[in-house]
Structure formats: C-alpha cells, structure tokens
C-alpha cells in the first residue's frame, strides 16, 4: 500500500481509504445505502488492516449515528488505535428535529464533535470535515470554532467536503489572516464519470496545498459495468442504484466508458471496477480514494486495484474518452495558453 502526505500537513494516509458510509442500517436514504452489520463491518476493517489502510471515513449522519458507533466498536474490539488505523468524522448535515441540530454554527459543530468522540470511543478525531458548505452561517465562525476543537486536542487535522473553488479560496483566506487551523483536504466527487472538479477545485487545490479525498469512486458502483448491457442479452444487474440513482449518471455518455473498462479489465486480467479505481490512483493532486463495500468479495476485489498499473495506452483511452466538455472561460484560456504553458 502506497501513503500519500494529506495535504500541507504531516499526516501520511493510504492511497485507498475504508468508507464507513455502509455500516449500520438507518433510516431514510440509509436503507438503500448501508446495510452492513458488526460482524460484516469487523471483517472489514481486518481487511483493511491487513492490507495497509490506515484510514476510515464515516459521519456523524450515517445511519443515523449508527455508522460511527460501528466504528468505535469494531476498533475497540480489535484492540486498534490512531498509530494504526485513522479516523475521519464529518459534521453539517441535520443530526436532530431542533433548529440548531444542522448547519456550521459553534453550537451545532461542538455538540457533534463531542457525540461523535462518545461514539466513535476516542478522545480525539484524526480529521474533521465539514459535509459541505453552510449558506446560513459565516464562515469566520466555523473556521474559528475548528481552530478551538484543534487547540482543545478534540481534532487533529480539519478538511471539507464538497466545497467550490471560492469557498476553498475564502476558508484558506480566514484561516490565514487569523492565524488559524487551515484547511488540509477537501472530499469531493470524481471519477471516470465526473471529473468537473478539474476546470476550477484541483487549480486551487494544488495552489494551496490542499489534498483531494475522492468519495464515490465508481459513480455509486454505475462503474462496476453491472449497471450496463453487456451485449450477452442478459439483463443488466439490480443493486442500490436501482432504487437510488446518486451520484446522477447520463447513460448515454457514460456506458461507452464502461465497454472501454470491460475491454480494459479483460486485457489486464482485473474488474472494471479495478481499472476504475487505478485511473483514479494515477490522478495529480489525489491523496486517497475512498472504497465502501456491502461485503468482505467486494472489499478484496476494490483493494487489488492499489497494486494495478495501467498502461499509458490504456490511460489516454480513458483520459480522451472520459474528457468533459470544457467550459468558458477556461477554453478561451486554454487557447491563448499554447505559448505560455
């Protein structure tokens, strides 16, 4: 397993993450997304140990809690601690009926932090992240309150999720002119199937330092193949996309990125899902790509991709096929860069 520094910080984390996002069984969108119980979930997190994850990635959201609460056990129970296996938690999201059990204020981050700690059975979070922006709470007050949470050693290192180019920028802004905690990652979704992240998030991120977690590496398993005729006849397989189609997939665009993975995986001996997970490992400015599994098969097989090597060839066929339309004004400056860059 290869390990990648997380960011500006000193923080070494593996290329491939365990998400946590399928442990428990919630109410909700959770019962179309998690499912996986204890036992399931302790197996799991061996697997991950014996093959060089050092991190896991759950919420305070998942399941309702339970994810979280999973978590804590199943790392008590096998006697593991941070030297060996990290904890990332996240906080926003609605945790509760009350008008103050949702957002980024003070009240609501610290509340969360310190049900998250009872949960997860740890006096510290290794990272904290914010689920995503607060349209309702100035972002001096979030910021500030994380820096309090990291002074206090209830926090070791915060990042966020899903966060636009100019939020980045005016988060590194704050911290900076307050002397505060910065930023070290921002989770976000990429993959074959959406790569927007490109035109404006990885400029920024790479200016500042900033480490790209990707979640939803198979575009909600979409790039598995299962989810695609195969050309057998057979129909094509029902999982949770049929019932929850998240991340939003185009078909149209998309299945021929999946015949291209197919003819890719048959020629290298792996999965679809493998070559998937290798093109996303080959990508600049990622640190680590988080895998979640509904069982143990399906977590061996996504680990294999750590040890894939795709062949230049192989890359540009995905890179060219996969290549979003580029929007204004960044085709008007890629023009004018061709003697410049």
């Known amino acids: 397993m290869e390990y990648r520094s997380l960011g500006h910080s000193g923080l070494r984390v593996s290329q491939l993450a365990l998400g946590a996002m399928t442990f428990g069984a919630g109410q909700g969108i959770w019962e179309s997304v998690a499912g996986v119980d204890r036992e399931e979930a302790a197996r799991q997190v061996a697997m991950a140990l014996d093959s060089g994850i050092n991190l896991i990635d759950t919420a305070d959201v998942y399941s309702q809690g339970q994810s979280e609460d999973i978590v804590g056990q199943v790392l008590a129970d096998l006697g593991v601690d941070d030297t060996r296996m990290l904890v990332a938690t996240k906080v926003r999201l609605r945790t509760g009926p009350g008008c103050n059990q ?14 998250s700690l009872k949960r997860l059975r740890r006096d510290h979070v290794d990272l904290l992240q914010l689920h995503d922006r607060d349209a309702l709470t100035p972002l001096d007050e979030t910021l500030r309150a994380l820096d309090d949470l990291v ?3 209830k926090v070791r290192h915060v990042g966020v999720c899903n966060f636009s180019a100019s939020e980045l920028e005016r988060a590194h802004a704050i911290s900076t002119a307050a002397h505060w905690v910065r930023v070290c990652s921002n989770q976000v979704h990429y993959s074959l199937a959406s790569r927007d992240i490109e035109h404006e998030l990885m400029p920024v991120a790479r200016l500042h330092g900033t480490a790209l977690m990707v979640w939803s590496p198979l575009a909600g398993g979409y790039l598995s193949g299962k989810y695609t005729p195969d050309g057998s006849g057979s129909a094509p397989a029902r999982g949770r996309r049929t019932s929850l189609d998240f991340p939003p997939v185009d078909p149209a665009r998309i299945d021929p990125i999946v015949h291209a993975l197919r003819d ?5 001996d792996a999965t679809p899902a493998q070559v998937a997970l290798a093109w996303l490992l080959g990508r600049p400015g990622v640190a680590t790509v988080i895998v979640g599994a509904r069982s143990t098969e399906q977590l061996a097989a996504n680990l294999r991709a750590a040890d894939l090597r795709l062949p230049p060839a192989d890359r540009e066929r995905l890179d060219e096929m996969s290549r979003p339309a580029v929007p204004y004004p960044y085709w008007m400056q890629h023009l004018h860069d061709r003697d410049r860059v």
């Open 102 to 115: 949702v957002g980024l204020g003070r009240s609501h981050i610290i509340r969360s932090v310190e049900a």
């Open 264 to 268: 890719i995986a048959r020629a290298l």
């Open 151 to 153: 002074t206090q050693g």
